[in-house]
Nanobody
């Protein structure tokens, strides 16, 4: 069955860097929209970044210029490079894939329920 497994989270100091990975198995998301979401304590899950098969990327305003989403289709892996981390970036980070779309809709990319597959998350702590 399809699995998305996130890794790369952990504790980091403010201003630091982390690179999250999302390994996908039993499914090739190369032709689909994939995204990163996060959920902090007491907060709703929010879309952080997304990338479509066309290479077009989308970011929430708070991470623009600091985070970069990318993917390696040969490895079926999605990445999120996070630089200049801030305490407000602390959250559980989840990856997701939408097998029904080759692009990430400008309207719906931030909606978790629009993605068919999702991972269990990796925790990012910023102090």
């Amino acid at each position: 069955h399809v699995q998305l497994v996130e890794s790369g989270g952990g504790p980091v100091q403010s201003g630091g860097t982390l690179r999250l990975s999302c390994a996908v198995s039993a499914y090739s998301p190369a032709s689909n929209c994939m995204g990163w979401f996060r959920q902090g304590p007491g907060k709703e899950r929010e879309g952080v970044a997304a990338i479509g098969s066309d290479g077009i990327t989308r970011y929430t305003d708070s991470v623009k210029g600091r985070f970069t989403i990318s993917k390696d289709n040969a490895k079926n892996t999605l990445y999120l490079q996070m630089n200049s981390l801030k305490p407000e970036d602390a959250a559980m980070y989840y990856c997701a894939a939408d097998p029904t779309k080759s692009y990430c809709s400008a309207v719906y990319w931030t909606t978790w329920s629009r993605y068919f597959y999702g991972g269990q998350g990796t925790q990012v702590t910023v102090s």
